[in-house]
């Protein structure tokens, strides 16, 4: 290269440049930068990949495809369980092809679970135990009793309370992937139980006490049943009857009792005490007459009819010196003997004071009036038929005749009569 002057001088020494020129033979080399786990769960894997190359031209093959054009970063969409390669390779601006990356990962299967333990087709019991285990190690588990929302699980699974009629147990995995069980394994079975427990109480603390223990016994009408308790609005907990609770507080207090029999069955309602504490009470009440029997009569049966000046009161009576026993108004006594009577009632509070001054009831009863026939009767003297006053020692059991004489001069009188004043004239 020489240059010319606006004089049209010519530099006598042009400069010169001289280079070589070596064709480019080189292929680059393509690596990854980042790629899925060697065992995933996820059916997407993105690739993250460059070459030794300012100007590389990329294609990707998986799974031994053809080589297609690809970018980084390259994601591969829907891919099926199993094993799984993928392929990068890259070109240069002088057509040199470089040799495959090859990054090769496994997405795992689903788990498969299977039952190592059920309950038989049709059990006696409401109880039933469930073992199962996947066939992939390390995976965890979700359960449901008859159509309820999955709950998470570990085997092996015991259900309580269950009712008469088909249950279905449902289990599904999900291995430590993250890939879950395609479908869940189901054990359909059915419970035939007996009718459940009945329970009743045997005691229990008056409806209305100032005592702040209160025992309570109670029992159910099937061997083996097994109970919980819980206290006004505590939460059940097991227990055995009886049951003593202390240090109450003054107020109203509940007591419940449920009931499980030994199969298992749960019994549908609970049984429950209601009471209530008063505070201490030092004053005795007063027991009052409301009725009783006449002061004589000729009735074998008497009824007293008796209350007390503070409510809730219970009484205790006492008939003819008898210890005193609890008692209610009415009190009706049958069969009773001719003579004097007596009944002492008195009232005791709910603090436990009672009457000092009993209610005294004292009536007599009397033999009846002879019963009088309702037609004639005819009677034959075994004595007497009649009576002379001047001969007293006389018998006249024989005579034929009934005499009601007056003699004024010995004034002396005899009398007759049929031994039934009180009888109709039509009976006499």
Request: net charge negative.
């Amino acid at each position: 290269m020489r240059a010319v002057d606006l004089e049209d001088n010519v530099d006598p020494t042009p400069a010169s440049w001289e280079w070589t020129f070596t064709a480019d033979t080189t292929a680059p080399v393509t690596a990854f930068a980042a790629g899925p786990q060697a065992t995933t769960g996820a059916s997407t894997a993105t690739f993250v990949f460059s070459a030794n190359d300012p100007f590389p031209v990329f294609e990707c093959a998986l799974d031994g495809a053809a080589f297609e054009p690809c970018a980084s970063p390259h994601e591969a969409q829907n891919l099926e369980a199993g094993p799984h390669e993928l392929a990068v390779r890259a070109t240069d601006l002088s057509g040199n092809v470089g040799a495959p990356a090859v990054y090769a990962w496994t997405i795992a299967a689903p788990p498969v679970t299977t039952f190592l333990a059920v309950p038989q087709p049709v059990t006696t019991t409401a109880t039933a135990v469930f073992d199962f285990a996947a066939d992939q190690p390390g995976s965890t588990y979700l359960c449901a009793l008859d159509g309820a929302a999955f709950a998470p699980c570990t085997p092996a699974v015991t259900v309580t309370g269950l009712n008469s009629g088909e249950h279905v147990f449902a289990v599904q995995a999900r291995n430590q992937f993250g890939v879950v069980e395609i479908l869940p394994v189901e054990h359909r079975w059915t419970v035939e139980l007996p009718p459940p427990p009945v329970t009743a109480f045997t005691a229990q603390p008056a409806a209305v006490t100032t005592d702040t223990t209160a025992a309570f016994a109670f029992t159910a009408d099937q061997p083996g049943a097994t109970f919980e308790c819980a206290v006004d609005t505590g939460a059940f907990a097991p227990c055995t009857p009886p049951v003593t609770l202390t240090g109450l507080a003054v107020g109203e207090h509940t007591f419940t009792v449920r009931t499980t029999g030994a199969a298992g069955q749960v019994a549908p309602a609970t049984i429950q005490v209601e009471w209530e504490i008063l505070p201490p009470d030092t004053t005795p009440p007063d027991t009052t007459l409301a009725s009783g029997p006449p002061a004589t009569t000729t009735d074998p049966t008497a009824t007293i009819t008796f209350g007390a000046t503070e409510p809730n009161s219970t009484f205790q009576c006492s008939v003819d010196g008898s210890a005193f026993a609890a008692c209610t108004s009415p009190l009706t006594l049958t069969g009773v003997t001719v003579g004097t009577h007596q009944v002492q009632v008195r009232a005791v509070d709910v603090g436990g004071n009672a009457d000092p001054t009993p209610l005294v009831v004292s009536w007599t009863v009397t033999p009846p009036a002879p019963a009088c026939p309702t037609a004639p009767v005819t009677a034959s003297s075994v004595a007497d038929s009649w009576v002379l006053q001047d001969s007293a020692a006389q018998n006249y059991g024989t005579d034929s005749v009934l005499k009601v004489d007056s003699k004024s001069a010995a004034n002396s009188r005899a009398w007759s009569g049929s031994g039934c004043p009180r009888c109709p004239p039509a009976a006499r």
